[in-house]
């Protein structure tokens, strides 16, 4: 952005629905979320010569995800090495698998060392945005029903924003404090007191042994087990981040072999199950061989922690402490079945009340969910909202960015969008993508960029026919209890393929298969 910034967003603040039509927009993009997605939608924009853009961000800072998680124990779930931008690797890590603290200062580092900051509106909701069919571009709802235009929009708001609670009797009228991982409460002192955690997900497995060093008794309630392996995690000592730093070659050495070991591990055993299912075998006799091992003593609860479910039917996980929390004398595995809370506590099938002093919520987020992705009203050409479609005609996205009837809009994470290994090649390619498209539509001074629906119908298919070998609809995933399932029953969070397979696509697929088009009032 150029320095008259502030004059831009005063003038274009003051735009309202009521607004006479305009063809030429505030800006040519406008980035929705400043996150992970969001930053690298900016810094190659900007890699491309295209400075006419502003990101909207809802919070206060950057960060997207590990600004808000700051539950105790958070962590990436795989190595640092391969968990960063590959344009902006980073050698000070402070751990193989980095806390989240970690990663929420590498965006802040990222954002200022691009020069973002003075391109980003804070503290700005979008509510909704509406294609202008007449003039070719999009009107977006801000705060206090102001309007801003843009050619298109990049939506970068990522999948893990919106906590989900669960659906239980009384959740309401619990009497204690009642605190969701998504938006954690750090005030609260936690020590010597009763805590009951629902939830056993990845989330819960990072904070459960946390929790079980400091508090007075941890009820924690499983409703479906998880896989986890042993995590090969540890201190990098000065000497390596300074030969990180001394030597590139060797940074990319280490992130090319915690990439391909990734890759077999949480693609190639998910994606290609039919074609390599000794490869989930190994890893479920890993994962069970763990149990045994952090819990040698404990063969009462050796099955209630295994999952009936095939490794990869939901996103594993990595810890080695975990099982072993459950031998502490302070930490019980509650397996009955919650009947309801209670304003003291909360009560099983069984009978039993649990008394509970803080009730914590590893439930999750909303991910392919209306109101979720999207986040906010995205109204097309044809006067749907993109939400209502993928919730009754099935979600699906060409190359897990664009969709037929919304043109000049960008999803970073759209329906079977996902790199298993890591989120940041998911960013990678399909910024690589939408970025293609926005620069051929200014080569050819189109204002309308929009993929042929025969291109994408033909795509929906492959990815249906792909589908058809992954671990989702072969390993008795219907237990799981997974987020990767919608409504439908699909699993549209998965790219069925391997991230070589998405990266090479996100810049070599024929930029033909869109239609470019200029509104008469340009």
Same mark, same amino acid.
């Given at each position: 952005?150029?320095?008259?910034y502030?004059?831009?967003?005063?003038?274009?603040?003051?735009?309202?629905?009521?607004?006479?039509?305009?063809?030429?927009?505030?800006y040519e993009?406008?980035?929705?979320g400043a996150?992970?997605?969001?930053?690298?939608?900016?810094?190659k924009l900007?890699?491309?010569?295209?400075d006419s853009?502003?990101?909207l961000?809802?919070?206060?800072?950057?960060?997207g995800?590990?600004?808000?998680?700051?539950?105790p124990g958070?962590?990436?779930?795989i190595?640092?090495f391969?968990?960063?931008y590959?344009?902006?690797?980073n050698p000070?890590w402070?751990?193989?698998f980095?806390p989240?603290e970690d990663?929420?200062?590498y965006?802040?580092?990222?954002?200022?060392?691009?020069g973002?900051y /003075?391109s980003i509106?804070?503290n700005? /909701?979008?509510s909704?945005a509406?294609?202008?069919?007449?003039?070719?571009?999009?009107?977006?709802d801000?705060n206090?029903?102001k309007v801003i235009t843009a050619?298109h929009?990049?939506?970068?708001?990522g999948?893990?924003?919106?906590?989900k609670e669960?659906?239980?009797?009384?959740l309401k009228s619990f009497?204690?404090?009642?605190?969701h991982?998504?938006?954690?409460d750090?005030s609260?002192?936690l020590k010597g007191?009763r805590?009951?955690?629902?939830?056993?997900g990845?989330?819960?497995?990072?904070?459960?042994?946390?929790?079980?060093?400091t508090?007075g008794?941890l009820n924690?309630?499983?409703?479906t087990p998880i896989?986890i392996?042993?995590?090969p995690?540890?201190?990098?000592?000065?000497?390596?981040?300074?030969?990180?730093?001394l030597v590139?070659?060797l940074?990319?050495?280490?992130?090319l072999a915690t990439?391909?070991?990734?890759? /077999?591990?949480m693609v190639?055993s998910?994606?290609?199950?039919?074609q390599v299912?000794?490869?989930?075998r190994?890893a479920e006799?890993a994962?069970?061989?763990?149990?045994?091992?952090?819990?040698?003593?404990?063969k009462d609860l050796?099955?209630k922690?295994?999952p009936?479910?095939?490794?990869g039917c939901?996103?594993p996980?990595?810890?080695?402490?975990?099982?072993?929390s459950?031998?502490?004398?302070?930490v019980?595995?509650?397996?009955?079945?919650?009947?309801?809370i209670?304003?003291?506590g909360?009560?099983?099938t069984d009978?039993k009340l649990h008394k509970?002093d803080?009730l914590?919520?590893?439930?999750?987020f909303?991910?392919?969910e &209306?109101g979720?992705?999207?986040s906010?009203?995205?109204?097309g050409?044809t006067g749907?909202?993109?939400g209502?479609?993928?919730?009754k005609?099935r979600?699906?996205?060409y190359?897990?960015v664009s969709?037929p009837?919304?043109?000049?809009?960008? +999803?970073?994470?759209?329906?079977y969008?996902l790199?298993?290994?890591?989120?940041? &090649?998911?960013?990678?390619?399909?910024t690589t993508?939408?970025?293609?498209?926005?620069?051929?539509?200014?080569?050819?001074?189109a204002t309308?960029v929009?993929?042929?629906?025969h291109v994408?119908?033909?795509?929906?298919?492959?990815?249906q026919k792909r589908?058809?070998n +992954?671990?989702?609809?072969?390993?008795?995933?219907?237990?799981a209890?997974?987020y990767?399932?919608d409504?439908h029953?699909?699993a549209?969070?998965l790219?069925?393929?391997t991230?070589?397979?998405?990266?090479w696509?996100a810049?070599?697929?024929?930029?033909?298969?869109y239609?470019y088009?200029?509104?008469?009032?340009?």
């Amino acid at each position: 952005m150029t320095s008259s910034y502030t004059d831009t967003i005063s003038e274009t603040s003051k735009n309202t629905r009521n607004t006479s039509p305009q063809s030429e927009p505030d800006y040519e993009v406008v980035i929705i979320g400043a996150g992970i997605s969001g930053l690298a939608s900016a810094i190659k924009l900007r890699g491309e010569k295209i400075d006419s853009f502003l990101i909207l961000e809802r919070a206060s800072g950057v960060g997207g995800t590990w600004r808000d998680n700051q539950y105790p124990g958070i962590a990436v779930d795989i190595s640092s090495f391969t968990y960063s931008y590959s344009f902006e690797q980073n050698p000070n890590w402070s751990r193989v698998f980095a806390p989240g603290e970690d990663l929420h200062n590498y965006t802040k580092r990222v954002a200022a060392k691009y020069g973002l900051y /003075s391109s980003i509106q804070f503290n700005t /909701s979008v509510s909704r945005a509406e294609f202008d069919q007449s003039n070719h571009l999009w009107r977006l709802d801000i705060n206090d029903n102001k309007v801003i235009t843009a050619r298109h929009i990049i939506s970068a708001t990522g999948g893990l924003i919106s906590p989900k609670e669960p659906d239980i009797e009384g959740l309401k009228s619990f009497g204690g404090v009642t605190i969701h991982t998504g938006r954690w409460d750090s005030s609260v002192d936690l020590k010597g007191k009763r805590v009951s955690v629902i939830g056993t997900g990845a989330t819960a497995v990072q904070l459960v042994p946390e929790l079980a060093k400091t508090v007075g008794q941890l009820n924690v309630f499983q409703r479906t087990p998880i896989w986890i392996l042993k995590k090969p995690d540890g201190e990098i000592p000065a000497w390596c981040k300074s030969a990180l730093r001394l030597v590139p070659m060797l940074q990319k050495t280490v992130r090319l072999a915690t990439d391909s070991l990734s890759e /077999s591990v949480m693609v190639l055993s998910a994606i290609y199950y039919k074609q390599v299912p000794w490869l989930v075998r190994m890893a479920e006799k890993a994962g069970t061989n763990n149990i045994k091992h952090q819990l040698p003593d404990r063969k009462d609860l050796w099955e209630k922690l295994t999952p009936k479910y095939g490794f990869g039917c939901k996103r594993p996980s990595f810890s080695n402490e975990y099982f072993a929390s459950f031998g502490k004398e302070n930490v019980d595995l509650v397996t009955s079945s919650i009947e309801r809370i209670t304003k003291t506590g909360i009560k099983t099938t069984d009978g039993k009340l649990h008394k509970t002093d803080v009730l914590v919520l590893a439930t999750g987020f909303r991910v392919f969910e &209306k109101g979720n992705l999207p986040s906010y009203e995205v109204i097309g050409k044809t006067g749907q909202d993109l939400g209502d479609f993928w919730e009754k005609e099935r979600h699906q996205s060409y190359e897990g960015v664009s969709v037929p009837n919304y043109p000049n809009f960008y +999803t970073i994470l759209g329906p079977y969008a996902l790199i298993a290994t890591s989120y940041f &090649k998911t960013v990678e390619g399909n910024t690589t993508h939408a970025i293609r498209c926005i620069k051929e539509g200014l080569n050819r001074n189109a204002t309308s960029v929009e993929i042929k629906q025969h291109v994408h119908d033909a795509y929906f298919k492959d990815i249906q026919k792909r589908q058809k070998n +992954t671990v989702f609809f072969n390993n008795n995933c219907g237990v799981a209890n997974s987020y990767y399932f919608d409504v439908h029953g699909d699993a549209p969070m998965l790219r069925p393929s391997t991230s070589v397979e998405s990266l090479w696509r996100a810049k070599h697929f024929p930029l033909d298969n869109y239609r470019y088009t200029t509104t008469k009032a340009y």
